[in-house]
């Protein structure tokens, strides 16, 4: 390959290399020696089996009652969210160095607006195509020549200095982290551009709104979280969460998980749990930090206005009890326009 070639592949990469897992590994097979390359589609990284974070409780600081309880919703549900933002993500084994991965990343999230009944996707959605690689293991300059700005480091060194060991299981973990943080820092974009524009409109944004101080501050915003690795109650509070019917909620709460911004924070039943275990239906909401004497006003307004999003239901997904239907239309737009 001639200097004047070799060149051109490396101005041209920066739309050509990631349009696809086999474009970005015949990139990498062109400007990158002793690649490897994987062969057939793969499952994504996220379905592999890998050491999650143990499931627990801690405790929360009330912020409505002096001990949780449960508070019936008073009034008809209300449908008043404007939109519904989400993101999604997706990794896959592009191939090896050695016995170093590399990983084809995808990134993306999108706003979906309620315009008459109808949704419509608000502004431009944000997708990112990259490749996560080890790089104080991996051959640095060929693969930094080779794809810039588009080329992600899994091995950078923790607050304590060190970096990862070269265990490949590791680096593929590290790698599909990698690609959950990018997600995240596209939908804390799309987020704050629709808080800073949009400040009177309620957008329903599906997990935590607490990593953005923009975001968690913002009286549009509002968090509703589907999972529950950790759940803030502890003791008789545990009880009461779990026991919740349909169409109650807890007491509020305070919680800053993981260093996040302050968030107000409440759990509210969805659907009846009969016949189902004690988490089906189940979310937990989150809201800005307000004065005391408009908390309980608040949680409940925003708690009609949930319980009005579940129908339609959005079924298929397994995860209906817990989705609104405005999620699961972002859900399939990016599923179509990512994959």
Known sequence: MDGASSADDRKNGAFETLRSVHAAQRHLLRLVPN?????????????????????????????????????????????????????????????WIGSLPLVYGTSGAVIRERIERRLVTW??????????????????????????????????????????????????????LA??????????????????????????????????????????????????????????????VLALSRGERSSVIRIAPRARSEVLSWYLRLRATDGRDALWGLVRVEMRMIDSPGITARADEISRWLLAESSPLAAPDPRWDRMAYGIRSAEEFLRATTN
């Open 35 to 95: 690649v490897r390359t994987a062969t057939g589609g793969g499952s994504p990284l996220e379905r592999l089996e890998r050491d999650m974070e143990l499931p627990h409780v801690i405790d929360a600081e009330g912020a409505e009652d002096a001990t949780l309880r449960a508070r019936p919703v008073p009034g008809a549900p209300v449908p008043a969210f404007r939109a519904f933002l989400d993101g999604t993500q997706r990794s896959q084994l592009l191939g």
């Open 123 to 176: 502004h431009t959605p944000l997708v990112e195509h990259r490749i996560y690689a080890p790089l104080a293991y991996a051959p640095r300059e060929e693969l930094e020549g080779a794809l810039g700005a588009q080329l992600e480091d899994t091995t950078k060194p923790g607050p304590d200095g060190t970096i990862p060991a070269p265990h490949p299981t590791l680096l593929l973990e590290r790698a599909t």
């Open 179 to 240: 690609v959950s943080r990018d997600r995240e820092r596209l939908e804390l974009s799309l987020a704050e551009s629709w808080c800073a524009s949009r400040p009177d409109d309620p957008i329903m944004i599906d997990g935590g709104i607490g990593s953005s101080e923009a975001v968690a501050s913002s009286a549009c915003a509002v968090g509703v979280v589907k999972s529950h690795r950790t759940l803030y109650a502890k003791g008789e509070a545990l009880n009461v």
